[in-house]
């Protein structure tokens, strides 16, 4: 990057910091510190919740997913708006008439304190590992840009955004998150525009589309049906994304506690439904508009050359070794298969140049769909728009991480510590606790983050995955809870239990897209429950 870009990155990153300091004061407890003392109007709650979802993972994956899967991605989002109105009607009225700080507070008063703690602990694992791998999306481009051993990066990462989540807590978040959605949807505009401004002079918007169309990158909708039947294994279709999609959005946001706590910083009902309505509004159209960002990279690579591969740092210390001369061949190869245009053989060279990556690099993926579009950033845009855009997506990961790294603690603290270790704290202890809390959460995600370097995936589709092991079964919980009402504690609790473990087993198995999983773990707690609570009643009677 240029003395420019440098500059507009360390500018903007420090104006965040500073006024997110600003922003924080806020009342030294745990109403302070996690929900803002319930303060926030509903445009606050939509960028709050709208920050926390959109991490650094959405800006530097979701290009690259679209440039090479195409559009159908976008399909996976098409059940939240419907999420959302349940939610409003049947989630929000009950955690905002209890005051409850974290979401599973509510489950010991339906059923029991262990029913409670395992559903907690289900979410304390699913969202520390998964803030894991969004700590390690900024620290690829640290990595990228500065040739940085990926491991020191992540400390710096994570180091830097530990210190920012502890000086403010849920404040902080809430107010920064306004300005980051503000500058991120600002910046990738200008992006899309500057690849359309790239292309050549007779190929404008509408024709960039064709031209990825052509290619079957337009494929917005899919059916899931191949050779006649439909294929359960096809990640993202129609079905997928309205009926899986609809439980994945219903978990997250009305049973994670990263999202709950953001609209319980709402002071008022109503602001609370606004700011989720509006969001079942804005995030289809905002995911559509990231995902063609990458339509349209695919596009200007048909009359530039792209990389062989797109990740400069991997190549760099790949020809360290004796696969040296082999990966030159094949760039030569490549760059004669480009002046042909010749597509199927440079598929099949890419392909080859990634499995002598693996030989070269043992150990090491060599899924470079993350780095798509990085490198077209930094390769292609003027001097200054390089360093705003990656200020974009730094912007991104901190929202969405302090958010993440705050529910962390709200949980620990309200679901473990003032339940099992000490319940008489004072307020000031309270707050003093949760920042160490708060701190070591950090920890743990940046020790998860050396470990997502490998993970076969984009980072979009893995933190998804991810998601996907727990999300059902902590939903089938809830949904009992709220919808069937003779099910007891103990009945919901072994029934969670059992659909956790076959819910690992079946996605071992591979026998079904993980979207249907949010479904299948839901629907085995309901089922699970309604056959277990006779026997599990009857056993309590006579005892």
């Given at each position: 990057?240029?003395?420019?870009?440098?500059?507009?990155?360390?500018?903007?990153?420090?104006?965040?910091?500073?006024?997110?300091?600003?922003?924080?004061?806020?009342?030294?407890?745990?109403?302070?510190?996690?929900?803002?003392?319930?303060?926030?109007?509903?445009?606050?709650?939509?960028?709050?919740?709208?920050?926390?979802?959109?991490?650094?993972?959405?800006?530097?994956?979701?290009?690259?997913?679209?440039?090479?899967?195409?559009?159908?991605?976008?399909?996976?989002?098409?059940?939240?708006?419907?999420?959302?109105?349940?939610?409003?009607?049947?989630?929000?009225?009950?955690?905002?008439?209890?005051?409850?700080?974290?979401?599973?507070?509510?489950?010991?008063?339906?059923?029991?304190?262990?029913?409670?703690?395992?559903?907690?602990?289900?979410?304390?694992?699913?969202?520390?590992?998964?803030?894991?791998?969004?700590?390690y999306?900024?620290?690829?481009?640290?990595?990228?840009?500065?040739?940085?051993?990926?491991?020191?990066?992540?400390?710096?990462?994570?180091?830097?955004?530990?210190?920012?989540?502890?000086?403010?807590?849920?404040?902080?978040?809430?107010?920064?998150?306004?300005?980051?959605?503000?500058?991120?949807?600002?910046?990738?505009?200008?992006?899309g525009y500057l690849v359309v401004k790239l292309l050549p002079d007779n190929i404008g918007f509408t024709e960039a589309l064709q031209i990825a169309g052509n290619q079957g990158k337009m494929n917005i909708i899919t059916s899931?049906?191949?050779?006649?039947?439909?294929?359960?294994?096809?990640?993202?279709?129609?079905?997928?994304?309205?009926i899986g999609g609809f439980f994945l959005a219903l978990s997250y946001f009305g049973t994670d506690q990263s999202q709950v706590g953001r609209y319980l910083t709402a002071k008022s009902d109503k602001e609370s439904k606004v700011g989720l309505l509006m969001n079942g509004l804005v995030k289809v159209p905002m995911q559509f508009l990231i995902l063609l960002v990458g339509i349209l990279v695919f596009s200007f690579y048909q009359y530039h050359k792209a990389p062989v591969y797109f990740d400069a740092t991997k190549i760099v210390a790949a020809k360290k070794t004796v696969y040296k001369d082999t990966l030159v061949v094949l760039e030569q190869k490549y760059s004669a298969a480009i002046t042909q245009q010749d597509i199927p053989q440079l598929n099949a060279l890419r392909t080859q140049y990634k499995i002598v990556l693996k030989k070269a690099l043992p150990g090491d993926d060599a899924n470079d769909t993350n780095f798509i579009f990085l490198r077209f950033v930094v390769d292609n845009l003027p001097k200054g728009l390089v360093g705003l855009l990656i200020a974009v997506i730094f912007l991104a990961a901190w929202g969405s991480i302090a958010a993440a790294l705050n529910s962390l603690a709200s949980c620990t603290v309200v679901d473990f510590h003032k339940k099992f270790i000490n319940r008489d704290c004072s307020e000031v202890k309270d707050y003093n606790i949760?920042?160490?809390?708060?701190?070591?959460?950090?920890?743990?995600?940046?020790?998860?983050?050396?470990?997502?370097?490998?993970?076969?995936?984009?980072?979009?589709?893995?933190?998804?995955?991810?998601?996907?092991?727990?999300?059902?079964?902590?939903?089938?919980?809830?949904?009992?809870?709220?919808?069937?009402?003779?099910?007891?504690?103990?009945?919901?609790?072994?029934?969670?239990?059992?659909s956790e473990i076959l819910i690992f087993l079946i996605y071992k198995l591979d026998i079904i897209s993980f979207l249907w999983l949010n479904v299948i773990g839901a629907l085995l707690v309901i089922i699970f429950s309604l056959v277990l609570q006779p026997f599990l009643s009857r056993k309590k009677s006579t005892e």
């Open positions: 990057m240029s003395n420019l870009d440098w500059i507009i990155l360390i500018t903007t990153l420090s104006g965040i910091i500073l006024y997110g300091m600003y922003k924080s004061r806020t009342t030294k407890n745990l109403d302070g510190y996690f929900l803002s003392n319930r303060s926030m109007p509903w445009y606050l709650v939509l960028l709050s919740i709208m920050g926390t979802q959109a991490s650094a993972i959405t800006f530097i994956s979701a290009p690259g997913q679209a440039y090479t899967d195409g559009m159908r991605f976008v399909q996976y989002y098409f059940g939240l708006p419907l999420a959302m109105i349940v939610i409003c009607i049947f989630f929000v009225p009950v955690f905002r008439k209890l005051k409850v700080y974290t979401a599973y507070e509510f489950l010991e008063n339906r059923f029991d304190v262990k029913t409670r703690t395992l559903t907690s602990g289900l979410f304390l694992l699913s969202r520390g590992l998964s803030t894991g791998i969004s700590i999306a900024p620290s690829i481009i640290l990595s990228s840009l500065l040739g940085w051993n990926i491991y020191y990066t992540n400390l710096v990462m994570g180091g830097l955004l530990i210190i920012y989540t502890m000086s403010g807590g849920a404040k902080a978040v809430a107010y920064t998150q306004q300005l980051q959605l503000l500058i991120i949807v600002a910046g990738m505009v200008v992006a899931g049906v191949t050779n006649n039947h439909f294929d359960w294994k096809d990640k993202y279709n129609i079905w997928s994304g309205v949760s920042r160490w809390y708060t701190f070591g959460w950090g920890v743990f995600s940046i020790i998860v983050a050396m470990f997502a370097h490998n993970l076969g995936n984009s980072l979009i589709e893995a933190v998804n995955i991810l998601g996907s092991l727990f999300y059902g079964v902590i939903l089938g919980i809830f949904l009992v809870a709220f919808w069937i009402r003779y099910v007891g504690g103990n009945a919901v609790f072994v029934a969670a239990v059992i």
